[in-house]
């Protein structure tokens, strides 16, 4: 199977959906070989955060994840997309959650908020770089908050 069947062919899990590409599909022929592939990096390359370190993250507010997570959800664009500093967005996460937190703590969210973005997903980077290596364009499209844009190895 040459690189371009095995792209074709590639399934991979997105948020508990399949995706993928039929080569028989007629819009496919028509638009001619693949030349690049732009891949998102949450939850593509990377794996989602465990329910471990949302639960820990939690824990500095002092409240369950019941609490915790509709916050983070309703919250996480407008910070990745860049309208906050990270500084400001646990802040105003914090007066979300209705409690106070303190500028060690804002430190200790924003290195967790990093690591458990860096789960790495080996398939996919892996199916990535043979991709690359066959020719095919790769890029990264993304709307990484600034913590972690600046320390990506993906």
């Known amino acids: 199977m040459d690189l371009l069947d095995e792209s074709l062919r590639f399934r991979h899990d997105i ?8 080569e028989k599909d007629s819009r496919l022929a028509s638009a001619g070989p693949i030349r690049g ?9 990377c794996s989602r955060p465990s329910p471990e370190a949302l639960a820990e993250m939690a824990g500095i ?3 369950g994840e019941d609490k915790f997570l509709p916050i983070y959800r309703s919250s996480r664009n ?14 105003e996460f ?9 500028t060690h703590q804002i430190e200790s969210l924003r290195r ?10 080996q398939e996919m ?5 043979r991709i690359h290596s066959g020719g095919i364009k790769t890029a990264i499209l993304s709307n990484m908050q600034t913590d972690k844009s600046g320390r990506s190895s993906a």
């Open 15 to 22: 948020h508990w959906s399949v995706f993928m590409v039929d």
């Open 37 to 45: 592939v732009i891949l998102d990096y949450g939850e593509v390359l």
């Open 61 to 63: 507010f002092g409240i």
């Open 78 to 91: 407008p910070y990745d997309r860049g309208d906050f500093t990270g500084h400001d967005y646990w802040l």
């Open 94 to 102: 914090a007066r979300r959650a209705g409690v106070r937190i303190h």
């Open 112 to 121: 967790m908020d990093v690591q458990m973005w860096s789960n790495i997903n």
């Open 125 to 129: 980077t892996e199916w990535l770089a």
